[in-house]
């Protein structure tokens, strides 16, 4: 049997990057899974690959700052899933800008995915688990959230949100027998750095279009940046029953970046 045997998962932000290596290993280990995303034909394709290796899984729309899209998705998976046991708040994106060039449109951007989109999902996926008095809530942080880079301070500040967020909902849950925990990768080799990296080039924060990652990641003490699925052990681990005794906490999975 799989770790997350039957098992209903929804993760956010899953057609790509970690978000995908998530589903496709949680649905590996028996759970089903709602791989949701803003691109459907992302969610799409990754359901695909996970029926053609025997696992159960459905694809998700919808935006998480927006409450209505959230809800629709969340009834869909739950009329076909049965339930709701773990949701993994995972979308978020991060558009650099110098300190003293962030616009109020980049801040409220990003704060409303990273950090609105996280307290709107938990708040619909939690009226899915208090009925059944059990449930868990794991959300994406990053070592954003424990320290602050100028080129990222929107991102920075939405991800601090994040692991106040996760501690709020871990007292506010707790009663419930809902647990809420978060894990902070640093430089993960994803979709999302290959545009950070232009990104940075632009901004004169990298000194080649396609270096900002080793740059910013020098000081990693495994020496390179994490692939996604160096992050699937923790995945695992957050949602199955190993960690029913652990909430409100932040794990750090950034191979030795920032120490804490």
Sequence with gaps: MGRVSGKAIIVTGSG?????GFVKILAAEGAKVGVMDLNRSAADAVVAEIAAS?????ALTGDVSKRDQVQAAFKTFVEWAGRLDVL???AGFNKPMPLLEVTEENWN???????LGVLICT???AKYMIPNKSGKIINTASIAGRQGYPAFTPYCASKFAVNAITQA???????YDITC????PGVVDTPLWTALNQDLFDIGEAKEPDSAMNEFGAGILKGRAALPEDLQGMALFLASKDSDYMTGQTIMIDGGMVLV
Excluded: H, W
């Design 109 to 115: 951007a990003i704060m409303n995915v990273n950090g």
């Design 16 to 20: 790509s990057g970690i978000g995908k």
């Design 123 to 125: 708040q619909e996926g």
């Design 54 to 58: 025997g696992g159960q899984a459905i």
């Design 169 to 175: 909902t871990a007292r506010e849950l707790a009663k």
């Design 181 to 184: 925990n978060s894990f902070a």
């Design 88 to 90: 993994f708040n995972n």
